[in-house]
T-cell receptor, first 115, second 115 residues
Framework: EAGVAQSPRYKIIEKRQSVAFWCNPI?????LYWYQQILGQGPKLLIQ????????DSQLPKDRFSAERLKGVDSTLKIQPAKLEDSAVYLC?????????????FGQGTRLTVV | AQKVTQAQTEISVVEKEDVTLDCVYE???????LFWYKQPPSGELVFLIR??????QNEISGRYSWNFQKSTSSFNFTITASQVVDSAVYFC????????????FGGGTRVLVKP
């Protein structure tokens, strides 16, 4: 079974530029999460999708971050414009929603450096 | 609101020693799930175990064991006879079923096993 795919693996941009990350979850997984992991900290949930609907985006900085999940499969996370404090690893995860608290499977992440 | 606290930021042990990682969680929900994930230097979060709030049985898997105590809201993780390959950051996480399977992580504990 293929895992969660993310691209790119690394990205370096200047502040005020825009950037987009892509995630392809495991086939059949209805729930998709985007997390931000700043160096030395635990992952922080940015947004959670159930199919193509948003379940939770309370911690998403909506003035600069946006995410979509078209057709309930792939997802993109965009930052526009980026700030220095956005430097982090962005993790995508998916789980097979059965209402039973199934575990989430994570991609390798995209390491963003804003200079 | 839910919260996960991992008070130990870093633990250093010599190979073959046992190491216990503490995890304390907060939630008002009665149905929830607890997880432990391992994050090796490669960066990908690897699922280790899931426990639901109605099952307080301790579990052992090889050199890993978990102690779940609802009375103290703790879900501790012990590695017996540690090995160098156990060096990683370990995260405890809480999933709230009523919140649409929102998954919240603790800050992580870095384990360094020296030969």
């Amino acid at each position: 079974e293929a895992g969660v795919a993310q691209s790119p693996r690394y990205k370096i941009i200047e502040k005020r530029q825009s950037v987009a990350f892509w995630c392809n979850p495991i086939s059949g997984h209805a729930t998709l999460y985007w997390y931000q992991q700043i160096l030395g900290q635990g992952p922080k949930l940015l947004i959670q999708f159930q199919n193509n609907g948003v379940v939770d985006d309370s911690q998403l900085p909506k003035d600069r971050f946006s995410a979509e999940r078209l057709k309930g499969v792939d997802s993109t996370l965009k930052i526009q414009p980026a700030k220095l404090e956005d430097s982090a690893v962005y993790l995508c995860a998916s789980s097979y929603y059965r209402g039973l608290g199934t575990e989430a499977f994570f991609g390798q992440g995209t390491r963003l450096t804003v200079v | 609101a839910q919260k996960v606290t991992q008070a130990q930021t870093e633990i250093s042990v010599v190979e073959k020693e046992d190491v216990t990682l503490d995890c304390v969680y907060e939630t008002r929900d009665t149905t929830y799930y607890l997880f432990w994930y391992k994050q090796p230097p490669s960066g990908e979060l690897v699922f280790l175990i899931r426990r639901n709030s109605f099952d307080e049985q301790n579990e052992i898997s090889g050199r890993y064991s978990w102690n779940f105590q609802k009375s103290t809201s703790s879900f501790n993780f012990t590695i017996t006879a540690s090995q160098v390959v156990d060096s990683a950051v370990y995260f405890c996480a809480l999933l709230i079923k009523a919140a649409g399977n929102k998954l919240t992580f603790g800050g992580g504990t870095r384990v360094l096993v020296k030969p």
